[in-house]
Antibody
Framework: QVQLQESGPGLVNLSQTLSLTCTVS??????????WTWIRQHPGKGLEWIGY???????YYNPSLESRVTISVDTSKNQFSLRLNSVTAADTAVYYCARDSNGGYGAVDSWGQGTLVTVSS | QSALTQPASVSGSPGQSITISCTGTSSDVGGYNYVSWYQQHPGKAPKLIIF???NRPSGVSNRFSGSKSGNTASLTISGLQTEDEADYYC??????????FGGGTKLTVL
């Protein structure tokens, strides 16, 4: 049973860079069967797709965030990461790392517990 | 791109059936059979309950079923149970942004 765990600062200063890492256990990130995904949820709101990375390093981003987002993978550590530049209060959210098991077509079958990131001024 | 449209809330009594709709466009729901549904209890991560419009992952109750007609997908929950009370989100593959979610529906079991 694969498990995902987010890690990173819970508080980020305005205009700085949000950085989170997701550690995958119970399965190899290099298996090639999955797309490794970041999704966020603003407090009390719905879900928003940020993007995902394939084990090869190929990435796909939400166009609304694409200019500020980088998702990368480190197969040697079985981890993938999210960087979001120039954050504002609107980036305050619970960030989930997750696994898309359906070729990147949006069937996310495994989720981390989520980590709240607050942007502080 | 706007989120897929879901009713803000639905309710039902134990044992009843309810249906939640998810309306998109021909660029997402109507154009592909890649609609998924998620259940989210308060303070928890979402759980996948339907993928590819009507398929259930292993371990998900057959009380949950999905369908699609045109640009609208639907999730039906039969034999409502108190533990079904949760938020439900649809999502769809889209040519524009790879995937998009609905705004979510709060299910209340009366």
């Amino acid at each position: 049973q694969v498990q995902l765990q987010e890690s990173g600062p819970g508080l980020v200063n305005l205009s700085q860079t949000l950085s989170l890492t997701c550690t995958v256990s119970g399965g190899s990130i290099s298996s090639g069967d999955y797309y490794w995904t970041w999704i966020r949820q603003h407090p009390g709101k719905g879900l928003e797709w940020i993007g995902y990375v394939y084990y090869s390093g190929s990435t796909y981003y939400n166009p609304s965030l694409e200019s500020r987002v980088t998702i990368s993978v480190d197969t040697s550590k079985n981890q993938f990461s999210l960087r979001l530049n120039s954050v504002t209060a609107a980036d305050t959210a619970v960030y989930y790392c997750a696994r898309d098991s359906n070729g990147g077509y949006g069937a996310v079958d495994s989720w981390g517990q989520g980590t709240l990131v607050t942007v502080s001024s | 791109q706007s989120a897929l449209t879901q009713p803000a809330s639905v309710s039902g009594s134990p044992g009843q059936s309810i249906t939640i709709s998810c309306t998109g466009t021909s660029s997402d729901v109507g154009g592909y059979n890649y609609v998924s549904w998620y259940q989210q209890h308060p303070g928890k991560a979402p759980k996948l309950i339907i993928f590819d419009v009507s398929n259930r992952p292993s371990g998900v109750s057959n009380r949950f079923s999905g369908s699609k007609s045109g640009n609208t997908a639907s999730l039906t929950i039969s034999g409502l149970q108190t533990e079904d009370e949760a938020d439900y989100y649809c999502s769809s593959y889209t040519t524009i942004t790879t995937a998009i979610f609905g705004g979510g529906t709060k299910l209340t079991v009366l």
